[in-house]
């Protein structure tokens, strides 16, 4: 069993930065790859980054592309997405995956271990 925690969350100015993190606990060996997932207002969560297990690969949306970055500290247990440049419609509710695949191209699959989510406000 894997909880998941995200923080970070909060209202900034269009142009700004946030950095969301996503804290894993509980079985270490589960915990795998893990991906970033965005909900805005009206539409379905879509997944905006993902890392392997061991940090090497990443994955992107395109609409975040160049602008976001993911990372981990597995000493921590601990994924961090670096967002940069922040527009309006980067507003939604941002939830963290753990325990996800990842292949070696980079296409990332969820798995079951979800945290509640930080909201994120873009202003213009």
């Known amino acids: 069993q894997v909880q998941v925690v995200e923080s970070g969350g909060g209202l900034v100015q269009a142009g700004g930065s946030l950095r969301l993190s996503c804290a894993a606990s509980?079985?270490?060996?589960?915990?795998?790859?893990m991906g970033w997932y965005r909900q805005a207002p009206g539409k379905q969560r879509e997944l905006i980054a993902a890392?392997?297990?061991?940090?090497?690969?990443?994955n992107y949306a395109d609409s975040v592309k160049g602008r976001f970055t993911i990372s981990r500290d597995n000493a921590k247990n601990t994924v961090y997405l670096q967002m940069n440049s922040l527009k309006p419609e980067d507003t939604g509710d941002y939830y963290c995956?753990?325990?996800?695949?990842?292949?070696?191209?980079?296409?990332?699959?969820?798995?079951?271990?979800w945290g509640q989510g930080t909201q994120v406000t873009v202003s213009p």
């Open positions: 890392i392997s297990s061991g940090g090497g690969v990443t």
């Open positions: 509980g079985n270490a060996a589960s915990i795998n790859a």
């Open positions: 995956n753990a325990g996800g695949l990842m292949t070696n191209t980079g296409r990332y699959y969820s798995n079951g271990y």
